[in-house]
């Protein structure tokens, strides 16, 4: 499959994404020349630069790395009460990626390596997660 960078196709992508989301996963691409797995949103392999890839799906499961306690919520969750901008290391994958989890009030109730899992994804803030 060769990816062009036209709009349609950059829509495709992203619902794609979304979709998987919805039922708790993460898309990714693989590359077809060195097989190494890249963020959905790369267009060019990070290890060759090819820009041929497979979709491969990842259990939205992960470990978190980091993350910032916001005590302000973002317009559209004044009702999460406060939450928690994670980064979170893709178990079976190569890379991180950030999502949103509410009812996070203070640093201990977060230990860094607690494990999170994707359970949605909002348009107007990214992945949405929970701890499992
Ligand atoms: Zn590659």
């Known amino acids: 499959m060769s990816e062009s960078r036209d709009p349609n196709q950059i829509t495709n992508r992203r619902s794609k994404f979304i979709e998987a989301a919805s039922r708790g996963k993460i898309l990714a691409n693989k590359c077809a020349k060195c097989n190494h797995s890249n963020l959905e949103t790369v267009y060019f392999c990070e290890k060759c630069s090819s820009d041929v890839f497979t979709t491969v799906e990842y259990a939205g499961l992960g470990d978190?790395?980091?993350?910032?306690?916001?005590?302000?919520?973002?317009?559209?969750?004044?009702?999460?009460?406060?939450?928690?901008?994670?980064?979170?290391?893709?178990?079976?994958?190569?890379?991180?990626?950030?999502?949103?989890?509410?009812?996070?009030?203070?640093?201990s109730d977060l230990p860094i390596g607690s494990?999170?899992?994707?359970?949605g994804f909002d348009e107007k803030h990214g992945l949405l997660l929970e701890r499992v």
């Open 64 to 107: 978190v790395v980091t993350f910032t306690i916001q005590s302000v919520a973002p317009e559209g969750f004044t009702d999460a009460g406060l939450y928690a901008w994670v980064v979170f290391k893709v178990d079976d994958a190569p890379f991180k990626v950030s999502g949103f989890l509410k009812d996070t009030h203070t640093p």
């Open 115 to 119: 494990k999170v899992q994707v359970t």
